[in-house]
C-alpha cells in the first residue's frame, strides 16, 4: 500500500511537472514569436518653417576654392512637414528604409562661387513633392543584376519626386529661369527616379534611371524675356556617373 501511495505521488509529480514544462515552452515559443515579428524601426523627422535645416556653407578646396552658400530644407508653405522613415533588417541581413511625406518640401541655395570670383548660381529655389521611396542597403552577390561586383556594398534607392515650381539665376545673375517644373507625363505626378550606388578600388559610381518632361516657364536674357522652353520625355536608363580622384 505504502508503495503504491508513493508510486501516484511520484506520477502526480511528473504530472505537474511535465504540464508546467509544457506551459513554460509554449509562452518561450509565444514570446519568440513576437520578439521575431517585430515591425522594426519608426524614425520620424518634423521639419517646421522654410529653413528648418539651414548650412552656412559646403567649401570644395583644391588650389582654389567652389563653396555653395546659404543651403536651406523646409516645408514650402512655411508651416510643417513629417518625413517617415520606416527601418528593418530583412531575412537576408539586408538594411531596408522605406521613406513617405505628408507635404511638400522647399529647398533654397543662396549663391555657388568659385575663389576666381565667378559666380555660377544664385537665389536657387525648388518646391518638391515626394512620393514614397525605398532605399536598401546590401552587399552585392555573384551576377549582380545592377552590375556591382560581388562582395561591394551598394545603396538601390527607388522613389518619385515633382518639382512644382521653381527659380533661378545663373552666371552673374546674366540668366534668369522661372518657373521650373518636372513631371512625368502630366504636372501632378512625380518622376520616378532609380539609383544605384557604390564604392570600389576606383570611384564612387552612381547609376541612375529616370524619364519625366522638364518645364522652363521663362528664360530672360540681361533682363530681356527670350520666352520658355520645355525638354519632354527626357529619358535616362542606365548612364552611370563615376567620381575619382585625379
Known sequence: MKFLKKASLAVSIAAVSFAANAELVAMDEATMSAATGQAGIDLNVNLSGTDAISVGSVVYTDEGSLTISEIALGAADGGEVNINNVIDVNAAGDLTIATTTDADLLLTVGSVDLSGGANLLKDLSLSLSLGAATTTISAAGVGDVDGV??????????????????????????????????????????????????????????????????????????????????????????????????
Open 149 to 246: 561586383a560581388e562582395g561591394n556594398t551598394k545603396i538601390v534607392s527607388s522613389g518619385t519626386v515633382e518639382i512644382t515650381d521653381g527659380s533661378v539665376d545663373l552666371l552673374d545673375g546674366n540668366i534668369g529661369v522661372t518657373g521650373i517644373k518636372m513631371y512625368n507625363g502630366a504636372a501632378g505626378t512625380g518622376v520616378t527616379v532609380n539609383s544605384t550606388m557604390w564604392a570600389d578600388a576606383n570611384a564612387l559610381n552612381i547609376k541612375t534611371g529616370f524619364t519625366g518632361t522638364i518645364e522652363l516657364g521663362g528664360i530672360e536674357l540681361g533682363g530681356t524675356s527670350i520666352g520658355s522652353v520645355a525638354i519632354n520625355n527626357l529619358s535616362m536608363t542606365g548612364a552611370t556617373i563615376q567620381i575619382s580622384g585625379h
